[in-house]
């Protein structure tokens, strides 16, 4: 904080609530007066967490949520070299790498949408979550703490600490968009008043994957077909679904899905339709099922006193830019979905992937039939087993309300 008797220089004014205690940060000179952690943000690819926790501590510090705002940015981005013209430069944590959704649509959409909406007033840069040197599974905190202004992360992340937010996409709760896009309404007011009350993040937007299918190197006819084989999962929930077919889940990140099926660790790989294709699935498989296990959801969010304290123009942008860019965001993985499908098997709707030569295994009435069973008897039990107390509750009020299977049935 600049001294009394000091000149002030740039005017920051933002209060944030850290425990009973109201702060106030009234001067910051400059960016030179924030604390420098010399952490480079792209890529990060072995950031170290006790440098990182000693960098949060030295933020918290400044107890300011604007200020946490900046210095994050100098900790995570802020070149002493680096200039710009615009009145706010932002720094956001953005989906996974590598995906279209990433390269077509989020980082286009802050590398140089914001910029010419806002006529150069403001500018930002993105990177992916999983090369930003973050553990998926530490962002909520990093965001409630204001060390990551913005950031993005999976639901499927969010459930390994609070299971209750994994409800919206349980695996077989979704077998098409239609049925998708009704859990998300029933369960979005929750999500989003759980994260604001419960963790101090402004949930701005609920991006969705292309479908979560199954992709095997031996060939099969129906989902009954895959017991007894090794598949890779990426969630709890997957995991209960696969171990109801008789299978053996394992979990395995997605930049390991290649290697385990190529080094035969795994006979099949639960993966996103197009994602799949992307990273040559269809190389090393020979058979996909178009059910969609699960879609994997993406919550993207500011901290509150962070998004609280941007200029009421910025914020007027993001509010109506944003939700426009999820919907964007949700027509391309529906669409993904299917040409994903049809690149897998060489068909000619394949546009943007790799055409291959697999085998298209459709949902039958007895696959259907089975994943409803699985749901009823398996899923939804075993998510209310760890999801604990009011979780009856809250499924009855939320998407049990819309779904066929209205009340859990504990184990």
């Not at 001294?3 to 933002?14: E, F, H, T, V």
């Not at 190529?262 to 799949?276: E, P």
């Not at 994903?340 to 291959?356: F, M, V």
Request: net charge positive; with cysteine; charged share 15%.
């Amino acid at each position: 904080m600049v001294p009394r008797n000091q000149k002030p220089g740039a005017w920051i004014a933002s209060k944030s609530r850290m425990g009973q205690k109201t702060f106030q940060f009234s001067h910051v000179r400059n960016r030179h007066d924030l604390p420098k952690c010399h952490f480079n943000f792209a890529p990060l690819p072995a950031l170290s967490i006790t440098p990182f926790l000693l960098c949060i501590q030295r933020l918290v510090r400044l107890g300011s949520a604007f200020g946490l705002l900046m210095a994050a940015t100098t900790c995570f981005a802020q070149s002493d070299n680096s200039t710009t013209k615009a009145a706010l430069h932002l720094r956001i944590v953005g989906g996974l790498a590598g995906l279209n959704q990433f390269t077509h649509q989020e980082e286009p959409f802050w590398s140089h949408e914001l910029e010419r909406l806002s006529q150069g007033k403001y500018t930002a840069e993105i990177v992916p979550f999983d090369r930003a040197g973050v553990p998926g599974n530490d962002m909520l905190r990093l965001l409630q703490l204001g060390v990551m202004p913005f950031g993005t992360t999976l639901v499927s992340a969010l459930a390994q600490t609070f299971p209750a937010y994994a409800a919206v996409d349980l695996a077989g709760l979704n077998p098409n968009m239609a049925s998708l896009k009704k859990s998300v309404t029933a369960f979005r007011p929750y999500l989003e008043k759980e994260l604001r009350k419960r963790h101090n993040i402004q949930m701005l937007a609920l991006y969705v994957y292309p479908a979560q299918v199954v992709f095997c190197n031996r060939p099969f006819k129906g989902l009954s077909d895959l017991s007894g084989r090794h598949i890779r999962v990426s969630s709890a929930t997957q995991s209960d679904f696969v171990s109801a077919l008789g299978a053996v889940p394992v979990v395995t990140s997605f930049s390991q899905i290649m290697p385990n099926m190529q080094s035969g660790n795994t006979d099949c790989a639960i993966t996103g339709a197009m994602s799949g294709n992307n990273m040559g699935l269809h190389q090393v498989t020979s058979h996909v099922h178009s059910l969609p296990v699960t879609w994997g959801l993406a919550v993207f969010g500011a901290n509150k006193d962070a998004w609280d304290g941007l200029p009421p123009d910025l914020k007027a942008l993001l509010s109506r830019e944003l939700p426009r860019l999820e919907a964007a965001i949700w027509q391309t993985s529906e669409r993904e979905t299917s040409e994903g499908l049809a690149c897998d098997t060489g068909a000619a709707e394949c546009i943007s992937g790799t055409r291959g030569k697999m085998v298209s295994i459709q949902t039958d009435a007895k696959d259907e039939q089975l994943r409803q069973q699985i749901f009823d008897a398996t899923v939804l039990p075993r998510w209310l087993a760890r999801c604990g107390a009011g979780c009856d509750a809250l499924w009855r009020q939320t998407i049990g309300a819309t779904s066929n299977t209205a009340r859990p049935h504990q184990p």
